[in-house]
């Protein structure tokens, strides 16, 4: 297990610039994330100072040049748990395990829908992550509810260790879904059973199955880690950003309102410098 | 692992275990399994910490199907807290220290 200071789930500008003030005080980090900033969708932003008239695309790449030119690679990558252990965290990054001193989460707003029937079946056939659960469904029947640009590896893979897919997608069918998975072009709108997953209804019709695999961009934070204290869909933090669980922060549109650019970089600074000087002072002891 | 930790080889073995120890704690899991990987020295830590109230044991859920039907296995890692033979508390996926040491601490008299 590869073990660094600090890993930073997300890599906007709240991530970028918790990931380069990291940096700039001698720590080690690796980011991960698996979607593009909110950012990069405004069309013009005027109140991040230094910049005006700029597209929200040409300052998410700006940022991202200069976290590159800063030594921060940003790799593509879903956390699916965090634990902590003792002084220091273990964290799966779609089945890969990597060790950190501190976790910043910088993964944006989760606009994160539940289904009815979701949370009650939630490792009784409901799961987030293929690689994790799909080897209990081999020669089962697993449903994949697409929510993510990736979600359609995940349906190949399960297809691959012997698991009978049905891929059910708003979209059109992805071009590199295998050809033994059923597509079905609807909706997940409910999923049942009893002690374990029975069946999920579609907009059309009820569809029996093994298991269900919801396959999302993000995580509810709650989901990521046990005994995350939020407030609302927020995370609770502090003045250092720090969050419930000592040694992890969380910074940025995770944290509430005002979701705005400026603050995410503020909050990434903030946390970034006392995860820091906590390590530092754990070196020193 | 801890030295501490029994490796069930057959659903006999397991079935006595129960059968003779008072407070059992199987931690079910497979060696494909990432999040197993990341609640074993945790596991570990608690057959250490509780070595003299509770016995800790380890199901490989592909060697030990029997077992994985018996209790319904649907996500792993799953840690099941047996006493006097019967399932007393149940708790699945990545889960810290202290979840364990509950479901410990308050079946235990």
Known sequence: ?285 | MSEKIINIKSTQEFDELIKNKRYVLVDFWANWCAPCRMVAPVIDEIAEKYSEKVTVAKVDIDEQQELAIRYSIQSIPTVIFFKEGRVASKEVGVKPMSSFANMIDSNIA
């Open chain 1, 1 to 285: 297990m590869e073990t660094v200071d600090i890993i930073i789930v997300g890599a906007g500008p709240a991530g970028l610039s918790a990931a380069i003030n990291a940096v700039v005080r001698g720590k080690t980090v690796r980011v991960f994330s698996n979607k593009e900033s909110l950012l990069a969708k405004a069309e013009r932003v005027d109140n991040h100072l230094g910049f005006y008239n700029i597209t929200g695309k040409e300052l998410m790449d700006k940022f991202r040049e200069h976290a590159k030119n800063m030594g921060v690679k940003i790799e593509e990558g879903k956390v699916v748990n965090i634990l902590p252990l003792g002084s220091s965290f273990m964290v799966n990054i779609n089945g890969e395990i990597a060790g950190a001193k501190k976790v910043i989460l910088a993964m944006g707003v989760s606009k994160v829908k539940e289904l009815p029937g979701e949370s009650k079946l939630l490792g009784k056939g409901v799961s987030y992550c293929a690689t994790c659960d799909g080897m209990l469904y081999r020669g089962k029947k697993a449903l994949v509810w697409d929510q993510s640009q990736d979600a359609w590896e995940e349906a190949n893979y399960l297809s691959d260790i012997g698991v009978n897919v049905t891929f059910v997608s708003k979209k059109a069918k992805p071009e590199k879904l295998k050809d033994n998975i059923i597509y079905v072009n609807d909706a997940l709108t409910e999923i049942l059973g009893g002690d374990s997953v029975e069946s999920v209804k579609t907009g059309r019709e009820e569809i029996q199955t093994d298991a269900v695999f919801i396959l999302r961009d993000g995580l509810a934070p709650a989901a990521l880690i046990e005994g995350l204290k939020m407030d609302g869909n927020f995370i609770s933090v502090d003045r250092n950003m720090e969050t419930s669980i000592p040694g992890v922060y969380a910074v940025g549109d995770i944290t509430g309102r005002p979701l705005q650019l400026s603050k995410a970089v503020s909050e990434g600074l903030i946390a970034a410098q006392h995860a820091a000087l906590q390590i530092d002072k754990i070196k020193e002891s």
